[in-house]
C-alpha cells in the first residue's frame, strides 16, 4: 500500500513497542518519519530500520513532557522536511500503585508524559498545520481510560485525559481540514506490559473476548488508516484496538 507517499509523518516514543511499530508500519505506507525518542540512540535505531524500508528519516531526542522540547521538535521537522503531515502521540509511562499508596510523584510523572506530552506536541504542531489547512492527529490512548482500573489511576486519569483532549482540538481543527483522533489499545505485548506480574496477565487475558493479547502491528495498521485520506471524514473519535475488551 502507498496510501501515506510524500506524507511527513512525526511519532513519539517510537524507540520500541507500539510507537516502533506504528513508524515501520507509515514508512512502510511511503511516509518520511521524524522519529523521537527519550535518547538519540534509541531513536536512531528505529530511525535506521524505516531507512531499511526506503523512506527519509530524522532520528531526534525528545523528552515530550518539556514544552520547549516539544517546539524544537516541530522547528526540527519543518526544517528538514518543510511540512508536517501526520502528528502520533504515542509516547507513554506507567507508575502503578494503589491510590492509597500513590505518590505525588507517581502521579505527576504520568501526567506530565502521557497528557501535558500529548499538548505539548499537539500545540506546537498546531500553528503549521492550520498553515497548511490538512493534517492528521492521532493521539494513543488506552482501554484503561474508558474503563479505569485498580491500581492505575494516574495512568487511567492521564489517559482519560487524553480522550477529552482528542474531542476538544477535533472540534477546534475540524474547519481547517484536521483530523484529531484516538486509539485506544487493549492489552498489547510490548516492554511496558512484560514488567506486569504473570497472574495480572492471566486475569487480563480473560477478561478479552479475542482470547488473545494484542500485537503492537495491530495498534500499527489502525494509525495507519486514521493517517491516511481513508479516514478524511472521521474526527473526534476513539478507535478501539483491544480483541473486545470495551464494548
Ligand atoms: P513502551 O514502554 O514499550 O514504549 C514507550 C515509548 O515512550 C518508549 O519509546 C519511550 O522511550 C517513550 N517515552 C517514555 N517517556 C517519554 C518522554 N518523556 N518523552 C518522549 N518519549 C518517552 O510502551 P508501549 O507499550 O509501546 O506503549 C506505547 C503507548 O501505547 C503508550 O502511550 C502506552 O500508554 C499506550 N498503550 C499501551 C498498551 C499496552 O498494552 N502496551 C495498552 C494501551 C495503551
Redesign the pocket.
Known sequence: MNRLNEKIAVV??????????IALRLASEGADLVV????LA?AEKTASAVEKLGRRALPLA?????FD?ASALMKETLAQFSRIDILV??????RDNLLIRMSQEQWNEVI???LR?TFNCIRAATKPLMKQRSGKIVN??????VMGNAGQAN?CA??AGVIGLTKSVARELAPRNIQVNA???????????DDLPDDVKEGLNTTIPAAR??E?AD?AAAVAFLASKDADYMTGQVLHV?GGMAM
Open positions: 513519539t516514543g517510537a524507540s520500541r513497542g507500539i510507537g516502533k511499530a523521537t525518542a527519550t535518547t534509541s525528545v523528552n515530550v513532557a518539556d522540547e502521540n504515542n509516547a507513554g509511562i506507567t506530565d508524559v502521557n506530552g494513543i490512548t488506552s482501554v484503561v481510560g495512568y492521564s489517559k486509539i485506544a489499545p487493549g492489552f498489547i505485548k510490548t516492554d511496558m506490559t493479547i494484542g503492537a495498534v483491544d
